[in-house]
Structure formats: C-alpha cells, structure tokens
C-alpha cells in the first residue's frame, strides 16, 4: 500500500529540539519530502532526502532516514514559536512524479 | 526563485455553477504541475498530474468530467469544476514541477465554497 504515517501532534517549549517521525511503506521511493504548511497557506518544501542518503542537515533541520524500516525524521534545532505549524512527510513513488503525502504532526511551539 | 501562484485564493459559488482555478509559475518552467485537494484537518489528496499539452491523468475516483483540467503552456494549469455541489467544498492546492528537476513547489492553495 502507499500509506504515509505521522503522529498527528507535538508540543514543545520554545528552544528546545523537535522530532517529527514519519514511516512509509514504498521501499521504491526515489526522494523523501519535509513539507510545513501554515495555517491557510500552501505547503512550503523546507528540505527532502535522496533514498541513498541517511542523514541531511540544512541549517536547524536534520533529516534521518532509515531505509530498512522505512523511517523518516525531522528534527528541527532551537525551536521558536514561528515554527508552529503542521509538517507534512512525503514520498516520490518510484518511476513517477506522484506524491503521497502523510497524515500530517501539527507542532505546537509554546514559550 | 520556483514561485507558484494560485488565483483566486478564495472564491464562494452556488450549486450548479462551474468555477475555474488557475495555477501558474511565475519563473519558472513546469512541464509537469499537479492538482491536490485537502479537507479539513487531513492531508493532500492528489486528484491529477496534468503535463502540458497532454491530457491530465486522473488517480482513482476522481471524475475528470467534473474536474476539468487544462494545462495549455508551460507556466499555466487550470483546474475547472463544473456543476459544483457543497461536497466540492475544500481547499484545492497546486504543485509545479520544474522542467528537468524533482521538486515540486506548491501554490498558496485555493478555498473552494460551494453553496
């Protein structure tokens, strides 16, 4: 199946370290997405992960992937309150330009 | 740089009427853009790649009849929904695949109501 999972919600206090986990099920999958959308908006693309990668760092965010139990985290440094919103996991399905997205973490930020 | 824009951003219409979105790249080129739907407090539910000047491909039960889509340059995709009804009421967001590249970037995304 193409099920994308996500805990649905996470609160942490404003400077501490956040971890949102995701699991797929497409062993195929080519690139891996972290996706943030504020309240009424579009999604904003904040970082991905090539499928041969095991860890990304972009500034505050790190991506872990565990391919073998097709485990996917984001990890965002130093938190603050402009951070609150719900992020989104997503998977390529393998061969295609098709996007499935997960359930979506609303992270809460509070001081 | 890889904006996508979306207009309108909000639009209300009455049952039977047909409403049309609009999603373009503003500087860059999308061969490929894609038409997602998301209702309240749920994820992204991709309703049809639509590749320019090709027809659109449809993921299972969504009727392309009733969702019209017509990507007719390289920078425009439409997203038409005709005879709309109040279950067609949701949040509509497009993507934009650059030309030669993986990622997509998505529109501000627009709110559909249908009374």
């Known amino acids: 199946g193409e099920d994308v999972e996500q805990s649905l919600f996470l609160s942490v206090r404003e400077g501490d370290s956040s971890v949102i986990n995701c699991t797929y099920t497409d062993s195929s999958s080519t690139y891996l997405y972290w996706y943030k959308q504020e309240p009424g908006a579009g999604l904003q693309l904040l970082t991905y992960i090539f499928s041969n990668m095991d860890m990304k760092q972009d500034q505050r965010l790190t991506v872990l992937l565990n391919k073998k139990d097709k485990h996917l985290s984001l990890r965002i440094a130093d938190t603050q309150t402009g951070d609150s919103a719900i992020y989104f996991c997503?998977?390529?399905?393998?061969?295609?330009?098709?996007?499935?997205f997960g359930t979506g973490t609303r992270l809460q930020v509070f001081p | 740089g890889a904006v996508v824009s979306q207009h309108p951003s909000r639009v209300i219409c009455k049952s039977g009427t047909s409403v049309k979105i609009e999603c373009r790249s503003l500087?860059?080129?999308?061969?490929?853009m894609f038409w997602y739907r998301q209702f309240p407090k749920q994820s992204l539910m991709l309703m049809a790649t639509s590749n320019e000047g090709s027809k659109a491909t449809y993921e299972q039960g969504v009727e392309k009849d009733k969702f019209l889509i017509n990507h007719a340059s390289l920078t425009l995709s439409t997203l038409t929904v005709t005879s709309a009804h109040p279950e067609d009421s949701s949040f509509y967001i497009c993507?934009?695949?650059?030309?030669?590249?993986?990622?997509?970037?998505f529109g501000p995304g627009t709110r559909l109501t249908v009374t």
């Open positions: 997503a998977e390529s399905i393998g061969g295609t330009d098709k996007l499935i």
């Open positions: 500087d860059f080129q999308a061969t490929t």
């Open positions: 993507s934009a695949r650059r030309t030669g590249r993986d990622e997509q970037y």
